[in-house]
T-cell receptor, first 118, second 109 residues
Framework: GAVVSQHPSRVICKSGTSVKIECRSL??????MFWYRQFPKQSLMLMAT?????????EQGVEKDKFLINHASLTLSTLTVTSAHPEDSSFYIC??????????????FGPGTRLTVL | GIQVEQSPPDLILQEGANSTLRCNFS?????LQWFHQNPWGQLINLFY???GTKQNGRLSATTVATERYSLLYISSSQTTDSGVYFC???????????FGQGTELSVKP
């Protein structure tokens, strides 16, 4: 149980385009989802927290107009990187906490999406 | 906010050796988790351990909440144990996690 998927696993795009990353909880209801970014050889940095049906809460320094987060259902959250630039190239990871046959206090992580902006 | 420090930053072991990884946190936490990030980037939950001791096979963890630290023990290490180990803490159960910088473990055959 507690499986979180992400799609795509890898994406390469041109500078100026927008990229959407999906995060799904496959076997539980995700009441809260989190989005992280990880640069090479660094730790995970939280970007935003989203609860189903409400606006995401962004961490300080994260541009909400650039990183659009939608948590429209209890199993799906999306992160859209708008007008991507090479400095947005990174490993994006989502996680979820939820209800069902899971530990409600534990975050379960997706496999990550590697974004490369040319 | 919470600050999480991990030590050592790097560790090289011979297969079969034991190791202890440490995580210190600056404030009281109600949520502490240990993860293993494999070479493909997947974070694997190891322990949810805000206090006490837990064991899972060759891995065990102990958190002493009053002294604000947690330890992860790896016994009889295997090459598949290689990767980065993170601890992360949160004020609230189910709340946002603050990650340490990780310990990069390399187990040599």
């Amino acid at each position: 149980g507690a499986v979180v998927s992400q799609h795509p696993s890898r994406v390469i795009c041109k500078s100026g385009t927008s990229v959407k990353i999906e995060c799904r909880s496959l076997d539980f209801q995700a009441t809260t989802m989190f989005w992280y970014r990880q640069f090479p050889k660094q730790s995970l940095m939280l970007m935003a927290t989203s609860n189903e049906g409400s606006k995401a809460t962004y961490e300080q320094g994260v541009e909400k107009d650039k990183f659009l987060i939608n948590h429209a259902s209890l199993t799906l959250s999306t992160l859209t990187v708008t007008s991507a630039h090479p400095e947005d190239s990174s490993f994006y990871i989502c996680s979820a906490t939820g209800t069902g046959d899971v530990n409600t206090d534990t975050q379960y992580f997706g496999p990550g999406t590697r974004l490369t902006v040319l | 906010g919470i600050q999480v420090e991990q030590s050592p930053p790097d560790l090289i072991l011979q297969e079969g050796a034991n190791s202890t990884l440490r995580c210190n946190f600056s404030d009281s936490v109600n949520n502490l988790q240990w993860f293993h990030q494999n070479p493909w980037g997947q974070l694997i939950n190891l322990f949810y351990i805000p206090s006490g001791t837990k064991q899972n096979g060759r891995l065990s963890a102990t958190t002493v909440a009053t002294e604000r630290y947690s330890l992860l023990y790896i016994s009889s290490s295997q090459t598949t144990d290689s990767g980065v180990y993170f601890c992360a803490g949160a004020y609230n159960q189910g709340g946002k996690l603050i990650f340490g910088q990780g310990t990069e473990l390399s187990v040599k055959p």
